[in-house]
């Protein structure tokens, strides 16, 4: 049977040689998401990349004296650096200077002019160069730019406009026959509160005061602005418009764009409305998620207070990293980030509970039975209480995964977890252990624990794929498919575990 589609994608980053933690938050849940898609079987294509043009990156190459696509060349492998490090398994990542993306947004921006949704007019307006946004007098706060706090200048250009107005009321019927489309519900209010009802006005769509963009194929001295020319990506990715669009007939609408909360306007009212104007399929959900903050605040370059990822990855490890960053953000809202925090879940979930579980229950089958694990097959109320949260496991992370609650999935594998702990704690092994006519209960126990782990360890797949990887070799078990955790006993009865491996070291807080 062929496999279900899904395509699932993280916004393309600005490229920069100044990452921080909060940056990785949209890559690693998307990719949590990715591979928990593979895992219960689906064709997944996730695809991330980075938005290479606009005034901003010419400015930054003007001041390093070099031309911007060196420029850029130099700095994307930064990311594509940090995505390896983090373990981003992501199957295409986009630029938006590759040549068949370019190629792509020419023709969108033909097509749109050749049916009069683009049209040309003049521009004067507040624009603010470091987002790259236009704003009305009503929009700024103090007289400066809403986002980011900066200085707006005038600016007056002859430009090509985008007929959003003509789009409105359809745009509001697909919200309500849509009820799934802007997720969480709350993002919803603020786009039609915020930006619909008061009137969708035409957007400016290209520019003529810098060059570093897409030429407009019939009027070069236009580039096409970076917003139009980035969001195609997820369709230019796929070959849209190209003389190979297999990938795009075969994974066009995204079930998924995951975006920052401050980038969900762009694609829940520009983005589908380029869609439609384009006369093709919506993507089914927009998912604006939160932000990681320090003491509430922005992570900010200027500010200095971050490091790079690398570091926290160097001393905690990866998984740290992504658990944290996972575990730490509720479904939407935002989370706080330090490097205690991290210390704290770190220590607190991963060595006490995960860490901790694994290398008692290695080690003591190791000690007791020569590292064999053998099922005695007789149950007590005990076991059979673990066993039942054990099986239920896999659909109460189902369905936090279909809401996109990737916090709650994890607290529930862990809660799990900390039922073992709680059942070696009850069953008292090493009491068990000092008479013979109870070592085929004991042998239960660990049965039961291995069995339990290994199920858990098949869901953490998706979250911490090394920790996994680690786990599965100290059970020296090759069953790690999603099917198999639908029943209890598939680990191999006679089976000899591995020795044990250190998964989480206990981290000293003055470090
Ligand atoms: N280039 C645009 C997106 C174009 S998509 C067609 C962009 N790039 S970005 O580099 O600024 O942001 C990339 C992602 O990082 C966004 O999803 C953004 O929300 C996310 N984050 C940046 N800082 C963040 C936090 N502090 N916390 C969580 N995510 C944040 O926007």
New binding site residues.
């Given amino acids: 049977m062929e496999k279900e589609k899904y395509y699932i994608t993280?916004?393309?980053?600005?490229p920069?040689a100044n990452?921080?933690?909060?940056?990785?938050?949209?890559?690693i849940i998307s990719d949590a998401i990715a591979r928990y898609k593979r895992l219960c079987g689906y064709d997944v294509f996730y695809l991330t990349g980075?938005?290479e043009h606009g005034q901003k990156i010419q400015k930054k190459a003007e001041e390093v004296g070099v031309t911007p696509q060196q420029y850029v060349d130099e700095i994307v492998e930064n990311a594509k650096d940090l995505w390896k490090s983090l373990k981003i398994s992501y199957d295409k990542f986009i630029r938006t200077t590759d040549e068949e993306h370019v190629k792509c947004v020419q023709k969108i921006f033909e097509k749109l002019y050749d049916k009069g949704d683009i049209y040309k007019g003049e521009y004067k307006g507040l624009y603010c160069t470091p987002c790259e946004s236009f704003w009305t007098e009503n929009q700024l706060v103090d007289g400066k730019c809403p986002d980011c706090g900066r200085e707006v200048n005038m600016v007056t250009e002859e430009a090509y406009f985008f007929r959003l107005s003509k789009y409105q009321d359809r745009l509001i019927k697909y919200y309500d026959d849509n009820p799934h489309f802007i997720e969480p519900e709350s993002r919803k209010n603020e786009m039609i509160n915020n930006f619909i009802k008061p009137g969708l006005e035409d957007l400016c769509v290209s520019r003529t005061s810098f060059d570093w963009g897409i030429p407009v194929t019939f009027d070069d001295k236009h580039v096409v602005y970076?917003?139009i020319d980035?969001?195609?990506?997820?369709i230019s990715a796929l070959g849209y418009l190209s003389d190979d669009d297999s990938l795009y007939k075969k994974y066009w609408p995204a079930n998924l764009h995951?975006?920052?909360?401050?980038?969900v306007r762009?694609?829940t009212i520009i983005?589908p409305i380029m869609l439609m104007a384009l006369d093709l399929p919506l993507p089914k959900m927009v998912f604006g998620?939160?932000?990681?903050?320090i003491d509430g605040g922005?992570?900010s370059k200027s500010l200095g207070n971050y490091k790079d990822p690398r570091e926290y990855i160097d001393s905690y490890g990866v998984d740290a990293v992504r658990y944290f960053v996972l575990r730490e953000?509720p479904f939407g809202s935002?989370g706080n980030?330090s490097e205690e925090a991290l210390i704290n879940r770190t220590n607190g979930d991963l060595a006490n509970i995960l860490g901790n579980l694994v290398n008692r229950t290695i080690g003591m089958i190791n000690k007791y039975f020569d590292g064999i694990v053998e099922d005695t097959s007789i149950k007590e109320d005990i076991d059979n209480s673990l066993i039942n949260e054990t099986l239920e496991l896999k659909d109460k992370v189902n369905k936090y995964m279909d809401s996109l609650e990737v916090s709650k999935a994890l607290e529930a594998i862990f809660d799990l977890l900390r039922s073992c702990n709680k059942y070696i704690d009850e069953t008292t092994p090493w009491v068990l252990v000092k008479d013979e006519s109870k070592h085929d209960r004991l042998k239960t126990v660990l049965y039961n624990l291995v069995e339990t782990i290994r199920i858990a360890t098949v869901l953490l797949q998706a979250y911490l794929p090394d920790t996994a990887e680690s786990i599965f070799r100290q059970l020296n078990t090759n069953i790690t498919g999603y099917d198999s955790i639908s029943t209890f006993g598939k680990y191999k009865s006679g089976t000899k575990v591995n020795s044990p491996e250190v998964l989480f070291k206990r981290i000293e807080k003055e470090k």
């Fill in positions: 993280t916004p393309i980053y600005y920069s990452f921080h933690i909060g940056h990785c938050y949209t890559t980075t938005d970076v917003w980035a969001l195609s990506n997820y995951i975006v920052g909360k401050e980038i762009f694609h983005w998620h939160g932000w990681l903050v922005k992570i953000v935002d980030f």
